[in-house]
């Protein structure tokens, strides 16, 4: 279950990267709201990835030193 997070997670941070580059440098106000509001996401995006990351770390450890 938490793989599949993860994947979904990453699939998601990399539809986000490719939306960024697309915006490129901003110019309108509306374009500069869009780029911190993908910036945001991206952010959290990583620090969930980077939690799904340390549990399945422990997990898998939890595992290996129980069976």
Known sequence: ???TKLK????????IDKNLQLVGNPVTSAALDFTNQLTS???LLQIETGDANF???RLRDYLAKNY
């Open 1 to 3: 279950m938490q793989e």
């Open 8 to 15: 979904s997670m990453q699939e998601e941070s990399g539809q």
């Open 41 to 43: 996401a991206q952010l």
């Open 55 to 57: 549990r399945i770390a």
